[in-house]
C-alpha cells in the first residue's frame, strides 16, 4: 500500500459513535463527507454516520493530483463526440459549478488553509494536428460562454514550464488544492459521527430502514448512501459491471524552482502534471502503456509507468534534468460504462442509494454530485445522463 504526499497531513477524526442513524454513508472520500454536508444542509438535527473502512481520505479522495478542473480540451472533444455539444457544455457547466460551490461553501476564505488556487489549466497539445484542431475547439467553446484562450509554445514554457509543444489551450476557470486540508477543512463544518478501520460486509433491508453488517458489529440507519467509489464491486459484487477499477500512479519531485503555474493535461499519454506551492513537481498518468495491469484494485506502482513518469519529467521539463524524485504513490479510480456518475437509487431498493463512477475527476466532480444526490433524496429530479436508473443493474 502507497502513502500520498498530502496523506502526511493528519485528520482529527475523533468523535463519538452511535448504533443506530438517520443516514448511514459507506466511504470517507470527498463523496461521502460531500453528501454529510449536503444532507445537513437540509436538515442540521440529522443523525449522520459515516463508516470508513481505512481512514478519511485513504481512497483516492487522498492520492489524487490535486486538481479542481472541468477536465481537459480532449475531455470536451470526447463529450461532444458522444453527446452532442448542448450536452458537453452542460457537464462542463456542473464541473464549473462544482468548483464555485466549493469556494462559496467549503472553502471561502480559508483558501491558504487548504492551498486553493485559481491559476487556470492547460491542455497541451500533443502534434501539429491536434494542435490546429484544439484552435477549432477553443472557438466553439468560447461561443458556448467557456472562458478558453490559446498559447503558444514560447507561452506554454513561460507559465507552465513545458518544452516540446507547439500549443495549448488555457481555460481560465480551475485551480489546484491540498486534497486531504480539503477533507480537514469538510470536517469542520459537518457534525458527523466517524467510524474508522470499520469495514462494511453487507447492508440489508430490514421492516425500518437497514442493517449494515460490519467487521466492528451492527449499525442501524433508516437510509444508506454508499460512496466507495472504485471499491463498489467489491462491497456490492452485483455492480462488477458498471463500475470498472483503473489505477493512477504518480510521482513526486523533491522542491524545485516554481515555474509551473497550474495544472496541466497532456492526453496523448494520459499524462497530466502541475507543481505544488512548496515547489515539488507532481506528474500522473501514462496508464495506458499498461493498460490491462492497471485495472487493479491493488494500490501499488509499477516499474513501466513510473519510468515513464521520470523519464518524461527529464525530456520536456526546462528544470527536468535537475528533478530527484521525491515520493512515488497510486490510487484508485472507479470508471463506469459511459463514463458519466452514477447517482441515486435503484427503482428496486429506495432509500440505499450510491454516488459512484467519478473516474478521474472526482474532486471536479463529487460536490456538486452529492449536491445533485441529496437534491433527489429531496424530490428534484436527478440530470437523465447520471441518474443510476440508466443502467440496469
Ligand atoms: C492518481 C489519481 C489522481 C487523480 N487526480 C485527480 C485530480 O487531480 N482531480 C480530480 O478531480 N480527480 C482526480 N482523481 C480522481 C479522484 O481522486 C476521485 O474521483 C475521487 O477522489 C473519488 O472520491 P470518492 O469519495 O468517490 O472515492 P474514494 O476517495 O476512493 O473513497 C472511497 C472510500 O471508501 C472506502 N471503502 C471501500 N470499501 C469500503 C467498505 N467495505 N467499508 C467502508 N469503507 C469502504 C475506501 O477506503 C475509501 O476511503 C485522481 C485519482 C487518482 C487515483
Redesign the pocket.
Known amino acids: 500500500m502507497t502513502q500520498s504526499f498530502w496523506q502526511d497531513f493528519k485528520l482529527n477524526t475523533e468523535t463519538t459513535k452511535l448504533q443506530n442513524y438517520d443516514y448511514v454513508i ?7 463527507l460531500s453528501t454529510a454536508y449536503w444532507l445537513l444542509q437540509k436538515d442540521s438535527k440529522l443523525k449522520i454516520g459515516i ?19 472541468c477536465g481537459s480540451t480532449e475531455h470536451f472533444i470526447k463529450l461532444k463526440d458522444h453527446f452532442g455539444l448542448a450536452k458537453a457544455t452542460e457537464i462542463w457547466k456542473f464541473s464549473e459549478d462544482n468548483r464555485k460551490l466549493l469556494q462559496q461553501h467549503i472553502i471561502q476564505d480559508n483558501a491558504d488553509k487548504v492551498d486553493f488556487k485559481s491559476t487556470g489549466s492547460c491542455t497541451v497539445a500533443a502534434n501539429s494536428e491536434r494542435w490546429a484542431y484544439y484552435q477549432e475547439i477553443a472557438k466553439v467553446m468560447r461561443a458556448q460562454n467557456i472562458d478558453v484562450y490559446e498559447v503558444n509554445s514560447q507561452e506554454m514554457d513561460r507559465d507552465f514550464g513545458v518544452v516540446g509543444f507547439e500549443g495549448g489551450i488555457v481555460y481560465a476557470g480551475d485551480g489546484y488544492v491540498h ?1 486531504i486540508k480539503l477533507l480537514s477543512q469538510f470536517l469542520n463544518k459537518i457534525n458527523v459521527h466517524i467510524h474508522e478501520q ?4 453487507s447492508v440489508s433491508k430490514k421492516a425500518n430502514g437497514f442493517t449494515i453488517k ?1 467487521d466492528q458489529g451492527e449499525i442501524s440507519a433508516s437510509y444508506v448512501v454508499t ?5 463498489l464491486p ?2 456490492n459484487p452485483k455492480f462488477a459491471s458498471l463500475i470498472v477499477p483503473g ?4 510521482l513526486l519531485t523533491k522542491p524545485l524552482q516554481q515555474f509551473v503555474k497550474g ?1 496541466c493535461y497532456l492526453t496523448k499519454h494520459l499524462c ?1 502534471f502541475r507543481q505544488l506551492p512548496t515547489g515539488e513537481l507532481l506528474i ?1 498518468g501514462f496508464r495506458n502503456l499498461d493498460t490491462e495491469t492497471e485495472k487493479t484494485h491493488a494500490d501499488n506502482i509499477t516499474d513501466i509507468i513510473q519510468k515513464a513518469l521520470f523519464d518524461f519529467v527529464k525530456n520536456h521539463f526546462r528544470l527536468g534534468a535537475q528533478a530527484e524524485i521525491a515520493r512515488q ?6 470508471y463506469s460504462p459511459d463514463g458519466q456518475m452514477l447517482i441515486g437509487a435503484q427503482p428496486e431498493e429506495p432509500d440505499l442509494y450510491y ?2 463512477g ?9 460536490f456538486n454530485a452529492a449536491k445533485t444526490l441529496v437534491d433527489g433524496i429531496y424530490g428534484k429530479a436527478i440530470p437523465e445522463h447520471l441518474d443510476i436508473k440508466r443502467f440496469k443493474v
Open positions: 459507506i466511504g470517507g472520500g470527498i463523496a461521502g463508516i470508513e473502512k481505512n481512514k478519511i481520505g485513504f481512497g483516492a479522495s487522498g492520492k489524487n493530483a490535486g486538481f479542481v478542473t486534497p470499520t469495514a462494511v460486509q460490519t460512496t466507495v467509489n472504485a471499491y467489491l462491497v489505477r493512477g500512479q504518480i495544472p497530466y500522473g504513490w497510486s490510487g484508485i479510480m472507479g454516488i459512484a467519478c473516474s478521474g475527476h472526482g474532486m471536479g466532480l463529487s
